[in-house]
Nanobody, 119 residues
Framework: QVQLVESGGGLVQTGESLKLSCAVSGSSSSIIAMAWYRQPPGKEREIVAGLTTSTGNANYVDSVKGRFTISRDNAEGTLYLQMSSLKPEDTAVYTC????????????WGKGILVIVSS
């Protein structure tokens, strides 16, 4: 089990950038994959970006490709989401998640952090 705590959210204007961090504690060496999810107001939660820890391979939802970058500091285990060219439709609660078991999907979740992009 790992504990995940997000930081870096806030209010920005359209076109600006923001970097989210997800601090990891616990059995971080057991993590096989990590991801960022988001839930816009009144909508379902969706995955934004995912990363396989062993290979560093990353994948993104189409709506953020070319604007968002997921990365991880392997020494500290911290997960990042660099967001650029932000749009009002990126407004959401962003949550990081970790998988310690490939058969169970994401097993540990942060509490989430709010990002608001004003027009």
């Amino acid at each position: 089990q790992v504990q995940l705590v997000e930081s870096g959210g806030g209010l920005v204007q359209t076109g600006e950038s923001l970097k989210l961090s997800c601090a990891v504690s616990g059995s971080s060496s057991s993590i096989i994959a990590m991801a960022w999810y988001r839930q816009p107001p009144g909508k379902e939660r969706e995955i934004v970006a995912g990363l396989t820890t062993s290979t560093g391979n990353a994948n993104y939802v189409d709506s953020v490709k070319g604007r968002f970058t997921i990365s991880r500091d392997n020494a500290e285990g911290t997960l990042y989401l660099q967001m650029s060219s932000l749009k009002p439709e990126d407004t959401a609660v962003y949550t990081c998640a970790a998988s310690l078991d490939v058969l169970k999907g994401m097993t540990d979740w942060g509490k989430g952090i709010l990002v608001i992009v004003s027009s």
